[in-house]
């Protein structure tokens, strides 16, 4: 009997690992869709960079929309749609749209997100409806934020290892020269996962943070700005962790869930 039970254990276990291997072979990849263009920034190259990258790292298929050529007005035509982000998985905010300040089309954006929508908010996102008078879009992303610093190397402390998102981020990654975003206020929602000095400022702001925002999950960073420092390892590894937890596809050792690691 003994024998009997032990080799049932193992049949057990070799079904299980089966099931678990036919369900990560047959994971759908996530459907992203990148938000893009506006002023100040190459998002031309920027928009390569985070697509390629990101699919290099986890099982992510993507749509781009790119709009408004350098302009900081721009209404983006998608989200004049009133279920725009229904066919996605998550969302990516890589855009520079200040001026907008239409509170209807915004609420139009930002309540896809409330309502459940995984986002991850890029830069210059943080300054998008920058005019608008409510506050909706700062509670979304999690801070507030009118302006940035001049540039100038940045050393990014880790503030959570623990975390999944941050735990195999350095302790310390310094950069180039880069814009450090002055953040005005953190959101109750926003936790903040590491933060950078500013020298005009003398004093320190979160420039990678997890925010909760209505039913959905929201992934900030104010990096980067230039487009070589998009290309670092430690920054695509970052921003794609930071996606897969928004969808909640990030185990507990930081790596992606079963099925979401990249394509072999």
Not at 34 to 61: F, M, P, S
Not at 75 to 92: G, H, L, N, Q, T
Not at 150 to 167: A, F, G, W, Y
Request: with cysteine; proline share 5%; glycine share 6%.
């Amino acid at each position: 009997m003994p024998h009997l039970a032990r080799l049932a254990a193992l049949t057990i276990a070799i079904c299980l690992f089966a099931s678990a291997s036919v369900h990560a072979e047959d994971a759908k990849p996530l459907k992203a869709l990148l938000i893009t263009g506006g002023c100040c920034h190459d998002y031309d190259t920027q928009k390569v960079i985070l697509t390629e990258g990101i699919t290099a790292r986890a099982n992510v298929e993507w749509t781009i929309v790119h709009e408004g050529g350098k302009s900081t007005d721009h209404r983006v035509s998608i989200y004049e749609k009133p279920d725009w982000a229904d066919p996605y998985d998550v969302i990516v905010h890589n855009e520079c749209f200040a001026m907008v300040a239409d509170e209807k089309f915004v609420k139009n954006v930002a309540d896809a997100h409330r309502n459940g929508k995984p986002a991850v908010v890029i830069h210059c996102t943080m300054h998008t409806f920058r005019d608008l008078e409510s506050d909706m879009w700062r509670e979304f992303l999690g801070a507030t934020t009118k302006r940035h610093e001049k540039q100038h190397p940045l050393e990014i402390k880790n503030l959570r290892t623990d975390d999944t998102v941050m735990s195999k981020f350095p302790e310390v990654w310094k950069t180039g020269d880069e814009e450090l975003y002055v953040i005005l206020k953190q959101w109750p929602s926003m936790t903040p996962l590491a933060e950078a000095y500013g020298v005009d400022t003398q004093a320190s702001y979160p420039v990678i943070w997890k925010n909760t925002f209505g039913k959905g999950r929201v992934f900030g960073t104010t990096l980067v700005h230039h487009s070589h420092h998009m290309k670092e390892p430690v920054y695509l590894d970052l921003v794609t962790r930071g996606l897969l937890w928004s969808c909640d596809k990030l185990d507990d050792k930081g790596e992606p869930a079963a099925g979401y690691g990249p394509k072999k």
